[in-house]
Nanobody, 126 residues
């Protein structure tokens, strides 16, 4: 089993920044992809960003390109999401997810991820 724990959420004014972290534990593993998704009230899970094992490939939703940056530190089993120039529409619960079956992994497809964190609330005030 793998446990993912997000942190770093909170309240920020529009135009501000937050950095989310997601730490993985519970399994010795390698070569897995990580992603961030978010869910606003009454909406589906939306893809935000994803990153390959070696950080060679990153993927972003159009709505966050140029504002958000995903990165990872494999030695710490941690993935980050730096969020800049935040907007009220970024308000949501943010979830990290891990995918170990890279043969079926699509960065923006939530059903190709195997483990999920419990989420962290991000609120952007206008």
């Amino acid at each position: 089993q793998v446990q993912l724990v997000e942190s770093g959420g909170g309240l920020v004014q529009a135009g501000g920044s937050l950095k989310l972290s997601c730490v993985g534990s519970g399994r010795t593993y390698s070569n897995y992809a990580m992603g961030w998704f978010r869910q606003a009230p009454g909406k589906e899970h939306d893809f935000v960003a994803a990153i390959s094992w070696n950080s060679g490939n990153t993927y972003y939703a159009d709505s966050v390109k140029g504002r958000f940056t995903i990165s990872r530190d494999n030695a710490k089993n941690t993935v980050y999401l730096q969020m800049n120039k935040m907007k009220p529409e970024d308000t949501a619960v943010y979830y990290c997810a891990a995918s170990f079956d890279l043969s079926r992994w699509y960065p923006d497809h939530q059903n190709t991820y195997d483990y999920w964190g419990q989420g962290t609330q991000v609120t952007v005030s206008s």
